[in-house]
């Protein structure tokens, strides 16, 4: 029987030559449009689809290879004698090979000025279709979705004479796994022009690897990362590493932390991040200036952590940088001298992301994998939801309600229970993810030591009771932020006029579970 091999592609890369490697083994070449051309204008005999069909290419090559001559032969279980008694009956002969590539819909939808028109019409029906086939009768089909499998299958061919199951079995989950990527994004995009900020009853999203990793958390757990197929502006999988090793699970997930609450500001800002909690953050009118108030909020912490900032690194201020060990380095850009100065240090990771005050996306989502499910929310971009209340007889200052909103800032990334002092736009003492409100306020106090007198607090949640007031008072706290709600807030007010401490309610709190 003839073996014979379906190729229409997109993307034409590598074709020609894995077109020619079929032919030398005896393999007769199927094709349609674009893909007939390129082999033809290659010297390569061709056989045109409509040719086995009987019927012409119609409604602008939408219809090519819909067809029971084609698909009887793709789909017909050649260990099947019925199937292959059907074949004979029908003359219809079997394709072995199919590979196909499918139309650039991601591409198309990445366009900014893209149409609705333009997107459906680069939606791919006969491509999925004949891969999707293929793919089913795997034992009997090789099915090549990536041309970078044309090398094994043609060394396979010329080494065995066939295919090996082995390798079809791969490239059939290679298949799948491609047209239901291919379906997600489709999707994603149509749910998106929809305009509603329902979730969808059905959620199908897709992500593409960007890289492999030696391991996850611990040294024992399987790692990658991957990143959305479309472009988001801002985020960690656009940056260009400029020196370093290879970034591991933690340092993508820490430094995705100091990018979220780098993003809240828009002065000079320099975040420091260990374990995906900052551990100081400092904003000023110098990078130099910024950085110093984030490494004296915590100095040990710091040790071993990621620095993030939203402003060039000058040379300056990459000398302080090189005294410590850091793990990351990342900001819009760095001084030639700068840059000097940081990539002496071989395993320091410098990244550069231009975009990296780049706002949310408005439609983005938040998922949380739990055992047997998919917990869903949209992002948290709002920081404050209305008017700020003062609830006490004493009003903050100007310069306390600048530090007050510094603090919040700083404390929506903190994780919960989460306290956060600052002084002179700059965080003192922050104290994270404790089981109860009070042991975060004294963890975040006494780090802030004598410092915190004449300094402000933020909380991210309500004070459940008038605990986390009286440790302020006691350490000279002059002014506090917070979302109030809780059913005790006259408790908490009551004693901050005790103490002549200014009380500010944001309405809106921000647990980071």
């Given amino acids: 029987m003839a073996k014979r091999a379906f190729l229409s592609v997109f993307d034409k890369s590598g074709v020609v030559d894995f077109a020619k490697g079929l032919v030398k083994l005896g393999f007769e070449i199927l094709s349609t449009g674009g893909t007939q051309r390129e082999l033809e204008n290659a010297g390569i005999q061709v056989t045109n689809v409509s040719d086995i069909t009987g019927f012409p290419e119609c ?3 939408r219809v090519k290879t819909l067809h029971p001559k084609i698909h ?18 029908l003359g219809v ?10 139309y650039p819909f991601k591409q198309t939808i990445s366009k900014p000025d893209v149409t609705l028109e333009d997107a459906i019409e680069n939606i791919d029906i006969g491509g999925p279709t004949m891969l ?9 089909v090789a099915s090549i979705v990536d041309s970078a499998d044309y090398e094994t299958v043609l060394r396979e061919l010329a080494e065995k004479g066939e295919v090996t199951r082995e390798t079809k079995f791969k490239l059939c989950a290679k298949v799948f796994e491609t047209t239901a990527a291919y379906d997600a994004l489709i999707s994603q995009y149509l749910r998106k022009q929809l305009a509603t900020e329902e979730l969808p009853e059905k959620l199908t999203i897709t992500y593409e690897k960007q890289q492999g990793m030696r391991y996850g958390e611990n040294p024992h757990q399987k790692a990658a990362f991957y990143r959305e197929p479309l472009y988001v502006p801002g985020s960690l999988a656009n940056a260009e590493q400029l020196n370093g090793k290879e970034l591991s699970f933690n340092n993508i997930n820490d430094t995705a932390g100091a990018l979220d609450c780098l993003r809240e500001f828009e002065e000079t800002t320099v975040v420091g991040v260990k374990h995906a909690n900052p551990c100081g953050v ?14 004296e909020c915590d100095p040990v912490s710091i040790f071993g952590g990621i620095v993030a900032c939203n402003r060039e690194i000058d040379e300056k201020t990459a000398a302080q940088m090189s005294k410590i060990f850091l793990e990351i380095v990342v ?6 001298e700068a840059l000097d100065i940081l990539c002496q240090k071989k395993n320091l990771r410098v990244l550069r992301l231009p975009e990296i005050s780049a706002p949310l996306p408005k439609d983005g989502l938040d998922t949380k994998k739990v055992l047997g499910g998919l917990l869903v929310q949209g992002l948290n971009d709002k920081m404050f939801d209305s008017e700020f209340k003062v609830v006490t007889k004493r009003k903050p200052t100007d310069e306390e309600m600048e530090n007050l909103e510094f603090a919040f800032k700083v404390v929506k990334y903190v994780k919960s229970n989460g306290i956060a002092i600052a002084k002179d736009m700059g965080t003192l003492g922050i104290g994270p993810g404790q089981t109860n409100r009070i042991w975060a306020a004294e963890m975040a106090l006494e780090r802030s030591g004598e410092e915190a007198k004449g300094a402000v607090m933020a909380s991210d949640a309500f004070f459940p009771f008038d605990d986390c007031v009286e440790a302020a008072a006691k350490a000279g706290i002059t002014a506090i932020i917070q979302p109030g709600g809780s059913i005790r807030d006259e408790d908490s007010i009551k004693k901050c006029d005790e103490n002549g401490i200014a009380m500010v309610f944001t309405g809106i709190r921000h647990f980071r579970h």
């Fill in 59 to 61: 409604l602008d090559g």
């Fill in 93 to 102: 002969d079997t394709i072995d090979i199919v590979a196909v590539n499918l």
């Fill in 282 to 295: 400092g904003s000023a009118e110098t990078v130099y200036d910024a950085y110093m108030k984030a490494y």
């Fill in 72 to 89: 009887a032969g793709i789909l017909a279980m050649r260990g099947n004698e019925e199937h292959m008694k059907q074949l004979e009956k």
């Fill in 132 to 140: 999707r086939a293929a793919a089913k009768n795997w034992q009997d």
């Fill in 331 to 336: 900001a819009p850009s760095y001084t030639k």
